[in-house]
């Protein structure tokens, strides 16, 4: 790997390939990124896959795709630990060589009977550190016998640890607090989370560690191995875990989600950067909406709060739709057509079978057609429709839900919804019929004519719903659409009146029954 150059800032993001990439473990790595990129510095992707049962490489995968989606790209790395496992055995042979390590054989059941005695005596559970006075001769025989074993530091008693945390101000620990000499590694040399952490660190020259505060706790070992193996540790920034709405520890029933999901669900990658920044960094004034470049240019571990952070779904919603607004059309209709696919609403047969970027970047030549009706709707048409609900939409995926009614053969009306207010049938359908003979009375068939010819009508009332709420209900078939001059227009004058035509039936029958 590169060596750093002097007074180079090196940061690193070191997930364990044990589940999918959680917004939690986004936020650490941005971050990270955002510190590194801000001081011209170096961002370190690191693969902490030492829980061989659980660490999977279809997780790695995803830890991968979520970060290069949501731009937050490695400078060196990634860096495997699974493949370092010589360079962790080589210093523990030099910690056991030198005395700071030594093997423990204590079985199971003695470490059990120790602990029940220490809280009996209502003692801080504590190893007591026999097998660190077993002798030479004793050592190779149990070695020889081959019996079960693990390598433990040998740590000071009763010392103060003090670091500057860049975030929590001096932290302190007293190492009769940890536990004992704690364990390094197993019996077949392969090292132990803080073990391995520590000399990665070391290794990767690390300069500063950006964590959340659950890691308070592995910080002092990791500083004593440091130690132990005759390094300076790198500066330590502990950030606020995220909490659910009610403050407790975020989980999913709160909206957490992996990023994957969030990618799915339709949030865009600018919104979830900018929401998940905002998770325990606070900026100066008021002001919510950054881009990653003005997320660089602004981002101060100063500014790290350190109480907890609260996880805020409405906000991400809020910030989703803000970012939605804010697309140009073309890239907006790319980003909804996977939706639109996915809802069953239109088909799209692609050049090499391949879907539109996420959104932005250029579109492969493609055809779209509306199942029911085999017939063609072109991309023009998607943003026409698409675009009705640009100001309504907090997530891609409502795209389906709201602009279904446009890809629909026939319309499954409820008529109580047809009625405005306290409207009878009769109102309702000759609302309809007068509906009808304006807008047959329309030339060139554009929303400002549309809206023109109907509000002069509907004006001649007072209560102008009498006219206009069933007309839009006949044509979107829903409580809540577009308003019914966008609608017509992108229907067009033929399927306007079919739908018009088609409630005034749908209320017929249902007085007929």
């Known amino acids: 790997m590169d060596r750093k150059k002097k007074n180079e800032i090196r940061v690193?993001?070191?997930?364990?390939?044990?589940?999918?990439?959680?917004?939690?473990?986004?936020?650490?790595?941005?971050?990270?990124?955002?510190?590194?990129?801000?001081?011209?510095?170096?961002?370190?992707?690191?693969?902490?896959?030492?829980?061989?049962?659980?660490?999977?490489?279809?997780y790695e995968d995803n830890i991968m795709r979520s970060l290069e989606w949501l731009e937050i790209n490695s400078d060196e790395g990634p860096f495997r630990q699974s493949e370092r496992e010589e360079i962790y055995k080589k210093h523990i042979e030099r910690l056991l060589e030198e005395g700071k390590a030594y093997y423990c054989f204590c079985t199971r059941e003695h470490l059990e009977k120790m602990r029940n005695k220490q809280r009996e005596k209502k003692e801080p559970p504590r190893y007591e550190g026999k097998c660190f006075s077993l002798t030479q001769k004793e050592k190779e025989r149990l070695l020889k016998e081959k019996k079960n074993f693990s390598i433990r530091l040998k740590i000071p008693e009763n010392e103060i640890l003090e670091f500057d945390d860049l975030v929590r101000g001096k932290v302190k620990f007293n190492?009769?607090?940890?536990?004992?000499?704690?364990?390094?590694?197993?019996?077949?040399?392969?090292?132990?989370?803080?073990?391995?952490?520590?000399?990665?660190?070391?290794?990767?020259?690390?300069?500063?560690?950006?964590?959340?505060?659950?890691?308070?706790?592995?910080?002092?070992?990791?500083?004593?191995?440091?130690?132990?193996?005759?390094?300076?540790?790198?500066?330590?920034?502990?950030?606020?875990?995220?909490?659910?709405?009610?403050?407790?520890?975020?989980?999913?029933?709160?909206?957490?989600?992996s990023v994957t999901e969030y990618k799915e669900k339709g949030y865009l990658r600018e919104a979830l950067i900018?929401?998940?920044a905002l998770l325990g960094w606070r900026p100066p004034g008021e002001r919510e909406i950054f881009s990653l470049t003005e997320l660089i240019e602004t981002f101060s571990l100063?500014?790290?709060?350190?109480?907890?952070?609260?996880?805020?779904?409405?906000?991400?919603?809020?910030?989703?739709?803000?970012?939605?607004?804010?697309?140009?059309r073309e890239d907006l209709v790319n980003a909804c057509i996977p939706y639109l696919v996915k809802a069953g609403l239109i088909e799209a047969k692609f050049e090499e079978d391949r879907y539109p970027p996420a959104y932005g970047g250029v579109v492969?030549?493609?055809?779209?057609?509306?199942?029911?009706?085999?017939?063609?709707?072109?991309?023009?048409?998607?943003?026409?429709?698409?675009?009705?609900?640009?100001?309504?939409?907090?997530?891609?995926s409502e795209v389906g839900e709201f602009t279904d009614y446009f890809f629909k053969e026939n319309i499954d009306y409820q008529k109580e919804l047809l009625f405005w207010k306290d409207a009878k049938e009769e109102d309702t359908r000759k609302a309809l019929e007068k509906a009808a003979s304006i807008l047959s009375k329309v030339e060139n068939w554009k929303r400002e004519e549309i809206e023109e010819k109907m509000i002069k009508e509907a004006s001649k009332d007072k209560d102008k719903g009498k006219l206009l709420w069933p007309v839009r209900v006949a044509l979107s078939g829903k409580k809540a659409s577009a308003g019914p001059f966008d609608i017509m227009e992108v229907l067009g004058p033929e399927?306007?009146?079919?739908?018009?035509?088609?409630?005034?039936?749908?209320?017929?029958?249902?007085?007929?029954q």
Do not use: W
Request: hydrophobic share 35%; glycine share 6%.
């Open 274 to 276: 900018n929401f998940i």
């Open 302 to 328: 100063k500014d790290c709060q350190r109480s907890g952070a609260v996880f805020d779904l409405q906000k991400l919603d809020y910030l989703n739709g803000y970012y939605i607004r804010n697309m140009k």
């Open 364 to 396: 492969p030549q493609a055809s779209y057609y509306v199942p029911g009706k085999k017939e063609k709707i072109s991309f023009q048409k998607l943003g026409e429709i698409i675009s009705l609900y640009q100001e309504r939409m907090k997530v891609l």
């Open 495 to 512: 399927t306007t009146f079919k739908r018009l035509k088609s409630a005034k039936n749908a209320l017929k029958r249902a007085e007929n």
């Open 12 to 58: 690193r993001f070191a997930p364990s390939p044990t589940g999918n990439l959680h917004i939690g473990g986004a936020r650490t790595a941005l971050f990270n990124y955002l510190y590194a990129k801000k001081n011209k510095g170096r961002f370190i992707l690191r693969i902490e896959d030492t829980d061989r049962e659980r660490s999977t490489k279809e």
């Open 175 to 257: 190492t009769k607090d940890i536990g004992g000499d704690f364990v390094i590694a197993r019996d077949d040399f392969s090292a132990l989370y803080n073990f391995v952490c520590a000399v990665d660190d070391m290794d990767m020259e690390i300069t500063h560690v950006i964590r959340g505060e659950d890691h308070i706790s592995n910080t002092p070992k990791q500083i004593l191995i440091q130690r132990a193996l005759g390094f300076l540790s790198p500066r330590y920034a502990h950030i606020a875990m995220l909490l659910g709405s009610d403050k407790s520890k975020l989980s999913k029933r709160h909206g957490a989600a």
